[in-house]
């Protein structure tokens, strides 16, 4: 289906930056922020983006996005799925040749996301606040090209995703990333653990915060 390039979106910014997180770390990436999320995850780092915003067409975005020159593209938020019009966005940059990856908190059904889009979908640990909004139905629509995202928080956090991960077998599924949230987890243990579990997942930090720390548009 043809994307609606007039279909109206709330932006809360458009940023050229180095992809921090993902099997993509490392790439320069143009990210487009999407205003509003209906989680209140406690350790949340972009509260700046569930107000305000500017509204734009699609086709707007797709203007200011050629403009950095660069075809690798992140669609984040806030939680982009939350706006309906975010599917016309998806699909309008895939049909416009960009490498296209959406950040989601695995909340919000992505069975129709463009099947050219790299999904990276959270499922939420308990200290997060929001384990009880996981959408475990959208398990069954990641493909191998997709990437489930776990942020943990503590080593209960830990213990819960090990679980999930064995459980559910879904290293079997697709690439499974485990990442400490920044001031509350030690990177170190978190590693350790990982190693002496054995688990089949990607260890993360958050390379865009060591490079420059929590800086908005960075």
Same mark, same amino acid.
């Given at each position: 289906?043809?994307a609606? =390039? #007039?279909?109206?979106?709330? +932006?809360?910014e458009?940023?050229?930056? +180095?992809?921090?997180?993902?099997?993509?770390?490392?790439?320069?990436?143009?990210?487009?922020? =999407?205003?509003?999320? @209906?989680?209140?995850?406690?350790?949340?780092d972009?509260?700046y983006?569930?107000?305000?915003?500017?509204?734009?067409?699609?086709?707007?975005? %797709?203007?200011?996005v050629?403009?950095?020159?660069?075809?690798?593209?992140?669609?984040?938020?806030?939680? @982009?799925l939350?706006?309906? @019009?975010?599917l016309?966005?998806?699909?309008?940059?895939?049909? #416009?040749? /960009?490498?296209?990856?959406?950040e989601?908190?695995? #909340?919000?059904?992505?069975?129709?996301?463009?099947?050219r889009?790299?999904?990276?979908?959270? %499922?939420?640990?308990?200290?997060?606040?929001?384990?009880?909004?996981?959408?475990w139905?959208? +398990? $069954?629509?990641?493909?191998?090209?997709?990437? %489930?995202?776990f942020?943990?928080?503590?080593?209960?956090? /830990?213990?819960?995703?090990?679980?999930?991960?064995?459980?559910?077998?879904?290293?079997?599924?697709?690439? +499974?990333?485990?990442? @400490?949230?920044?001031g509350?987890?030690?990177?170190?243990?978190?590693?350790?653990w990982?190693?002496? $579990?054995?688990?089949?997942?990607r260890?993360? =930090?958050? =390379?865009?915060?060591?490079?420059?720390?929590?800086?908005?548009?960075r």
């Open positions: 289906m043809a609606d =390039l #007039a279909a109206k979106l709330r +932006i809360t458009i940023f050229h930056s +180095i992809q921090g997180e993902s099997s993509r770390v490392g790439l320069p990436t143009v990210f487009v922020r =999407l205003t509003g999320c @209906p989680l209140r995850c406690v350790w949340c972009t509260e983006a569930f107000n305000g915003g500017q509204t734009s067409d699609v086709a707007a975005v %797709l203007k200011r050629a403009e950095f020159g660069c075809k690798t593209v992140c669609v984040t938020g806030g939680e @982009p939350a706006q309906k @019009p975010c016309d966005l998806l699909t309008a940059l895939c049909d #416009a040749g /960009y490498s296209v990856s959406l989601t908190s695995g #909340a919000l059904d992505i069975s129709e996301v463009d099947a889009v790299a999904k990276i979908m959270d %499922l939420k640990a308990p200290d997060s606040g929001e384990s009880a909004r996981n959408c139905e959208n +398990i $069954d629509h990641l493909a191998t090209t997709d990437e %489930l995202k942020v943990l928080s503590s080593e209960s956090d /830990y213990q819960w995703a090990r679980g999930v991960v064995h459980d559910r077998q879904l290293d079997q599924r697709c690439p +499974i990333l485990f990442s @400490p949230v920044q509350k987890l030690d990177p170190a243990r978190l590693a350790d990982v190693l002496r $579990d054995r688990l089949p997942v260890f993360q =930090l958050q =390379l865009h915060k060591v490079l420059w720390g929590s800086v908005a548009g």
